[in-house]
């Protein structure tokens, strides 16, 4: 199976900075796309980044300038540089990947990690 370690949240004070790390460790499969989600209180769980292994980048319009994702293929590790933060990014953030098995018949499995928190104070 494939599990994924979060790391990085924190409280900051707006206008901050912070970087969340997130390390996929597993054997038998292939890491696809990682990215990074999150859950405002009260809120669903929305896509903030996405990247894939060929380097593909997708961002929330929300975040757009202000976060940047990035990944190290050889470590199975993606990140989340987030700059200029404001109160309306606290939140828990979540760290997904998409594994797909080397062995045959291929299974895709949507992973997700434990979730950090990251809070902004105004």
């Known amino acids: 199976q494939v599990q994924l370690v979060e790391s990085g949240g924190g409280l900051v004070q707006a206008g901050g900075s912070l970087r969340l790390s997130c390390a996929a460790s597993?054997?038998?499969?292939?890491?696809?796309?990682m990215g990074w989600y999150r859950q405002a209180p009260g809120k669903q769980r929305e896509l903030v980044a996405t990247?894939?292994?060929?380097?593909?980048?997708n961002y929330a319009d929300s975040v757009k300038g202000q976060f940047t994702i990035s990944r190290d293929n050889a470590k199975n590790t993606v990140f989340l540089q987030m700059n200029s933060l404001k109160p309306e990014d606290t939140a828990v953030y979540y760290c997904?990947?998409?594994?797909?098995?080397?062995?045959?018949?291929?299974?895709?499995?949507?992973?997700w990690g434990q979730g950090t928190q990251v809070t902004v104070s105004s």
């Open positions: 997904n990947a998409v594994a797909v098995s080397i062995s045959i018949p291929r299974r895709t499995l949507s992973i």
């Open positions: 990247i894939t292994s060929g380097g593909t980048i």
């Open positions: 597993g054997s038998r499969f292939s890491i696809n796309t």
